[in-house]
C-alpha cells in the first residue's frame, strides 16, 4: 500500500453498521430479555445502544453478535457475562461473539435511548 | 473472546492520587517564591523544584499509572506480560525519584541526580514497553499515531535534558542554551504530555460523553502540524496544530449524545477551548510564558478532568466482580468539590499568567488558590473513589444483586 493510500486510509472515516433494537417471534423475545442489561457508563441497556447486531437461535442455544462502544474496555468481559447469564435465566445456552468491525457509532443509539441521554 | 483488561487498581489509582498531592505541593513552592523574572527563571531552583514537581510528580506519573490502564483499552488487546509484570515496578521507582529529585533542586544537588536517573530509567524502560503495543496494535490509527508522536518526543526531549545537563556541569554541547531549554521544554510539555493528552483525550472524551470519533480529516492535519512545528521548533506551526486538534474534539464532544456531563469531562473540555486559544496566540507569546500557560491552563486541569472521571469509574469496576447496573452518581460532596476544583484550577492558571505578565503577587494569589483546588480535589477523587466502592460493595451484599 503506498503512502498515499495510507494517508487515505487514515483520513477517511470508518463504515457504520446498523444494530437491530427489534425481531419477531423468538428473537424478537431475546432482545426483549437484553434489555435487561445495562451498559454501566452509558446508563441504557446494550440494545438500546445499539451494540446487539446480530441474534441466532438453533434450539436452546442462542449466539448474539454484539459489539462494544470502546473495544478494550476493561469491564467487556463482565458485560458478555451478564448477557450469557440473562439469557441462561430463560432456558437459553447463550454465547457471545464480540464483533469490533466496523466499530460502534453513538449514531446507533435508538431515538428513545437519545431522549434519555439527552 | 473475552477482553477483561482490567489492571489491578493500585498501579493505577495510586499514581493518580499522589498527582494530585503533588501538584498542592508545586503550587506551594510557587506561591512561597518572592520574585520570578520570566527572563532568567531557570536559574531560580525553588521554582526549578517547583517545574519538576509538575513534570514529574503531576504529569509524568499521570501518563505513567493511566497508561498501564488505557494502553490495553487503547490497543483493543491484552498487553504483553512483560507490560504488567514491569508496572507495578516502575510506578516505585517513578514516585521514589520525585522526592529525591526535590530535594536535589533545594538542598542536596547529588541527590537530585540520583532521582533524575530513577526517574529517567522509569519513563525509558515505560516507554519501551508501551512503544510496541501501540505498533502492535490495529485499530484508533490516529490516535496510536499521537501516542507513537508523544513516546519519540519523550525519547529526544530527554537526550536534550541531558546535553543541558552537561552545560550546567561545565561540558557544553550545545551552542544556543536557552534554545535548548526551549526545546526541552517544548518537546516534553507538547510532544510528550500534550501528546498522550490528545491521543488519550480522542479515546476517553468521545467514550465518557457518548461522542463519535473526531473526524480524522481534521485530527490527521493537526497531528502532523503538532509534531511538524515541535520538531522544527516553529510555534506557529505547532500553534496550527493546537488549533485544529482542539477543533477537531470540540466539534466531536458537539456531537455527543450524553448532554449532562460531570466535572471532570467539563474541566476537559475547558481546556480543549484554551487549548484553542493558545493555539491561536503561540506565535506571539514568549516561550516560558507559553510553557506556563500550557501547564497551568491545559496540562494540568485537562490531566486532573481525566482522573477525576476515570478514578471512580475504575473503583467501580474493581470493586465487585460482576457489572450490578449503571455506574452510580459520585457523592454530592465529591462532586461539589470537583466541580470547586475544577473553578479553582481554571483561576489559579490564569492568575499565574497574569502574575507572570504584570504583578507577582498575583501569581502568588494563584498559586494559593491552585494548591486549594489540587486538595480539594484529591478529596473529591478519593471520596468518589471511596463512595462508589462502598456503594457497589453493599449494592453486591442485597440478596439477588449478588456479584457474578
Known amino acids: 500500500m503506498s503512502i498515499f493510500d495510507r494517508l487515505k486510509e487514515l483520513m477517511s472515516e470508518p463504515e457504520r453498521p446498523i444494530a437491530i433494537y427489534r425481531a419477531e417471534g423468538l428473537e424478537g423475545a431475546v432482545l426483549d430479555a437484553l434489555r435487561t442489561v445495562m451498559d454501566p457508563e452509558a446508563g441504557l441497556d446494550i440494545v438500546t445502544l445499539g451494540l446487539v447486531r446480530r441474534v441466532q437461535l438453533d434450539g436452546d442455544q442462542a449466539t448474539i453478535t454484539m459489539t462494544l462502544t470502546t473495544p478494550g474496555c476493561p469491564v467487556a468481559g463482565r458485560l458478555f457475562q451478564e448477557v450469557e447469564e440473562t439469557l441462561a435465566a430463560h432456558g437459553l445456552y447463550a454465547e457471545v461473539d464480540l464483533e469490533l468491525d466496523p466499530p460502534w457509532s453513538s449514531e446507533e443509539i435508538a431515538e428513545e435511548g437519545r431522549a434519555q441521554l439527552g | ?58 504529569l509524568a506519573l499521570a501518563i505513567q499509572g493511566v497508561g498501564w490502564q488505557l494502553v490495553p483499552v487503547l490497543t483493543a488487546k491484552p498487553a ?19 522526592p529525591l529529585m526535590l530535594v536535589g533542586f533545594l538542598r542536596w544537588p547529588w541527590l537530585g541526580l540520583v532521582g533524575a536517573g530513577l526517574a529517567i530509567t522509569a519513563l525509558l524502560a515505560r516507554s519501551l514497553l508501551v512503544l510496541p503495543e501501540l505498533l502492535g496494535a490495529q485499530v484508533r490509527p490516529l490516535s496510536r499515531l499521537w501516542l507513537i508522536g508523544a513516546e519519540l518526543s519523550l525519547w529526544a526531549g530527554l537526550a536534550l535534558g541531558g546535553a543541558l545537563y552537561l552545560a550546567r556541569v561545565g561540558h557544553p554541547l550545545l551552542d544556543d542554551h536557552l534554545g535548548g531549554l526551549g526545546r526541552h521544554a517544548g518537546l516534553l510539555m507538547a510532544g510528550w504530555v500534550g501528546g498522550w493528552g490528545l491521543g488519550l483525550g480522542s479515546l476517553l472524551l468521545p467514550m465518557f460523553s457518548i461522542a463519535p470519533e473526531p473526524r480524522r480529516w481534521l485530527f490527521a492535519p493537526a497531528l502532523l502540524l503538532w509534531f511538524g512545528g515541535l520538531a522544527l521548533a516553529w510555534a506557529p506551526l505547532w500553534g496550527a496544530g493546537a488549533l485544529l486538534a482542539a477543533l477537531a474534539l470540540l466539534e466531536a464532544l458537539r456531537r455527543r449524545v450524553k448532554r449532562r456531563l460531570e466535572p471532570g469531562l467539563r474541566l476537559a473540555m475547558g481546556a480543549l477551548a484554551l487549548l484553542a486559544l493558545l493555539g491561536l496566540a503561540a506565535p506571539w507569546l514568549p516561550g516560558p510564558l507559553l510553557v506556563a500557560a500550557g501547564l497551568s491552563l491545559l496540562a494540568l486541569p485537562f490531566l486532573r478532568g481525566v482522573a477525576l472521571k476515570i478514578g471512580p469509574f475504575l473503583a467501580w469496576a474493581h470493586s465487585t466482580e460482576g457489572l450490578g447496573g449503571p455506574l452510580p452518581d459520585a457523592p454530592a460532596l465529591s462532586g461539589a468539590l470537583a466541580s470547586s476544583a475544577v473553578l479553582g484550577s481554571l483561576l489559579a492558571g490564569a492568575l499565574l499568567v497574569a502574575g507572570l505578565l504584570t504583578e507577582w503577587w498575583l501569581a502568588r494569589l494563584g498559586a494559593g488558590l491552585g494548591a486549594l483546588a489540587a486538595l480539594a480535589a484529591l478529596t473529591a477523587f478519593l471520596g468518589a473513589v471511596a463512595g462508589l466502592w462502598r456503594a457497589r460493595r453493599a449494592r453486591a451484599a442485597l440478596p439477588g444483586m449478588g456479584a457474578a
Do not use: K, Y
Request: proline share 6%.
Open chain 2, 1 to 58: 473472546m473475552r477482553p477483561e483488561q482490567l489492571t489491578p487498581w493500585p498501579r493505577v489509582l495510586l499514581p493518580l492520587a499522589l498527582t494530585m498531592l503533588a501538584e498542592a505541593g508545586a503550587w506551594l513552592l510557587i506561591a512561597a517564591q518572592e520574585r520570578v523574572d520570566l527572563q532568567a527563571w531557570f536559574g531560580n531552583t525553588g521554582l526549578l523544584a517547583a517545574v519538576h514537581l509538575v513534570t514529574l510528580g503531576v
Open chain 2, 80 to 98: 504483553s506480560s512483560w507490560f504488567q509484570r514491569l508496572s507495578g515496578p516502575l510506578n516505585v521507582l517513578l514516585i521514589s525519584a520525585i
